[in-house]
């Protein structure tokens, strides 16, 4: 029992340190500038106006940790922590969240925010499988790969937001991806043309 909650410690850090350097892999170096934020609290970085051009220049100021609710992290898992925030791998905010281990496994989540990179920026590894979509009516890619990520990256101002899970199985991972994507799509501005 203990060698199995061992294995399964290991093996969720494993693909949250992952994670971790997938999303700084996928994007070229770019200077930013994180926003702090209580990530309890309801999300504050909301744009009011979602319009073409309404909201230049508002990405950048969007802090990832804000862009759900605890009770939205809730429904996907219970007892998330923050285990890193801030500017990672171009990113102007990132913020990458871990539910304790249970039964099923744990489940890391992270959010970043990329106003200077586009979705046609994301890097892929040889091995991922890469999926054009759409995200209510943005341009869009989900990435996954064998390890249970699952990456949507979809269009946001003049940049991108990526949205990554990692748990078991690829399938629980892009169906919760999805789910925090319709979240935070809600919460960011359009993409402008």
Do not use: W
Not at 135 to 159: D, L, Y
Not at 176 to 182: F, V
Request: with cysteine.
């Amino acid at each position: 029992m203990v060698n199995s909650v061992r294995t399964r410690h290991v093996l969720v850090t494993t693909v949250a340190a992952g994670l971790l350097a997938t999303s700084a892999a996928s994007c070229s170096t770019e200077a930013g500038q994180a926003v702090g934020g209580d990530h309890n609290s309801p999300p504050s970085s909301s744009v009011s106006s979602k319009g073409p051009g309404d909201s230049v220049g508002a990405l950048r100021d969007v802090v990832a940790c804000d862009l759900i609710t605890t009770e939205e992290r809730d429904q996907i898992a219970t007892n998330f922590k923050v285990i890193n925030r801030g500017p990672i791998g171009g990113s102007a905010d990132s913020c990458t969240q871990q539910s304790e281990y249970g039964p099923d496994g744990g489940v890391t989540i992270s959010i970043s925010i990329r106003p200077e990179q586009v979705i046609e920026d994301y890097v892929a590894a040889s091995t991922d499988k890469i999926t054009d979509s759409e995200v209510a009516g943005r341009p869009a890619k989900q990435i996954t790969n064998s390890g249970g990520t699952c990456i949507v990256t979809f269009a946001a101002e003049r940049g991108r937001v990526d949205v990554s899970v990692a748990t078991r199985s690829v399938k629980d991972s892009c169906d919760i991806a999805d789910h925090l994507t319709e979240i935070v799509e809600s919460r960011v501005p359009e993409p402008t043309t």
